[in-house]
Each structure stands twice: as structure tokens, then as C-alpha cells.
DNA sequence: AACTCTGGTTCCAATAGTATGAACTATTGA
DNA sequence: TCAATAGTTCATACTATTGGAACCAGAGTT
């Protein structure tokens, strides 16, 4: 097994953090490894979403997460490990990681208010 | 000229912001556009950069801007006149504009501290 | 050791998105 | 109306993403 590539925190850019953001699917993923305390795998996260994400396409999620400096991934037997690089990105582009993760929060909560409304004009 | 379209801020997505952000000439454009009070348009960021991007490809660029939700443009006789859409975008996402452009700053600042320490290193 | 199960990765082909020169359109001014 | 300027659209080459199939690696089991 290749060990895996983590870029240095120098080496991390805006754009690459933003375009592995800028995926619906990984900023999920990213949101729950960034704000729970424990870390998940790619089973685990296809297990909380009820989204049926083929495991290939996962793992190039994460590759992507990875190589983007977003997370750190490590063999753990047979399965990954993988934790959020928050701190490090928070000392190198203070404030950009909470204001994406609250922004995220934000549009999830926009879009269950505006589901409701539908819900509800619907039941009349 | 069929009319531009411009998404309603509440159709405005995290994502869609980020991907249009995850290029670097787009974020240098909306970096500008967001920080100057002055509004460019095609050719004016052509003069300022020093670079020779096709202007059927700075075309895309706005359009990609524009069509994420962060800017607004309209037509001023011959040329276009762009604004970014700061304003709404906070309002829907707080802080989430101002930390892109933070970091963005913050990289372009460390590139030139890297950039003159490989001078000096060569100058010795 | 071989067998097997589980969790992930890699390969490859289809699809989607991006870049750019060339042709075109819109507006202004002579 | 003609020319100049600013931008858009078209066509095509190129690049990236997706996802099924095959593969690989570690932990138990026989």
C-alpha cells in the first residue's frame, strides 16, 4: 500500500480548500468531520447519509478532501481514520473553515425552512 | 440582447459560490470587484493583470461569476459595468465573502514572502 | 498457509465541464 | 452606413468527474 499524499499546510491554496468544497457530497462530509469529534470512514458516511453514493466515487471524495489539505487519512486496520486539518487551516487562512461550515449550516436550515412552507401550502 | 440573468440571493448556494471562487483569475476578479468601490469590466481586468487571458474565456469567467450570484452586471453602452453582490451574499451568509477574500489576500501575501526568500537565496 | 470477509483503491469508459480561436452581435461615434 | 470597440456564442479540443468491475490489504478463521 502507497502511503497516502497530505500536502504540507504551506502548500494548501484557497482555490484548491474552496473547489474541494464547492462538492455537496464532500462539504457533508467535511462539515461532520470538522464539527463531531470523531472521525469517520467512508462506510460510516454512507451509513449517516441516506444517499446511495457508489464506494468509488467516495473514495475519490475523500482522495479529494485529502489532496486538498482539508483532511488527514490514516490506515487503521482494515478501515480509514480520517480527521479534519481544521486546526492547521485556522493558523494558515484564520476564519475561512467557520465561516464556510456556518454558511453550509445556514443553507441547510434555509432549505428545510423553504421545504416546510412547501410542505405546508400543499397540505391546504 | 437577451437580458442577463441574475439568480435571486435566495437561490444563491454555498457551493455554487465556491466553485465559482475556486479559480484563481474568478476570485482575483471578484477580489477586485469586491474590494475596490470602482466597477471593472472585461477589459479593464485585462489591463490590470498582466496575464493574456482570451477574452472568450474572461467572457466565461463573468458569466460563471454572475451566474453563482456574485455579481451583477448590466450593460453601459458598449461595455459592461460589474458589481459584486457583497451586500446580499453577507446578509444570506455571514462572513463567508469577507474570509474568501481574507485568505485570498493571505496567500497572495505569503506567495511574495516565498517569492523573496528564493531571491535571496539565489542572490547569495 | 489458504480461505474469506470487509473496507478501500484503482482501472477504464462514459459523461460533463472548461478553454480558446473564430465568427458573430450590440452599441457608439464619425 | 461604415468602422471601431466590447462582449457573446459557436465549435472543438481538452480535462475532470462519475461509477461499475476488478483488484488489493488487513484481520479473522480454518
Not at 473514495?59 to 486539518?85: P, Q, Y
Not at 484564520?94 to 449550516?105: C, F, M, S, T, V
Not at 432549505?111 to 412547501?118: E, I, S
Amino acid at each position: 500500500m502507497r502511503p497516502l499524499f497530505h500536502p504540507p499546510i504551506e502548500d494548501v491554496t484557497v482555490e484548491g480548500i474552496l473547489h474541494a468544497l464547492s462538492d455537496p457530497v464532500r462539504v457533508a462530509i467535511f462539515a461532520d468531520l470538522a464539527t463531531s469529534s470523531c472521525a469517520y470512514n467512508c462506510s460510516n458516511f454512507l451509513n449517516i447519509t441516506e444517499k446511495k453514493i457508489p464506494k468509488s466515487t467516495l473514495s475519490h471524495h475523500f482522495k479529494a478532501l485529502r489532496e486538498a489539505g482539508l483532511i488527514r487519512a490514516e490506515r487503521r486496520g482494515v478501515e480509514m481514520h480520517n480527521t479534519s486539518r481544521c486546526q492547521e487551516i485556522e493558523t494558515r487562512f484564520p476564519g475561512l473553515i467557520d465561516a464556510i461550515i456556518n454558511a453550509h449550516k445556514v443553507q441547510i436550515e434555509s432549505a428545510q425552512r423553504a421545504g416546510k412552507k412547501r410542505a405546508a401550502r400543499k397540505g391546504k
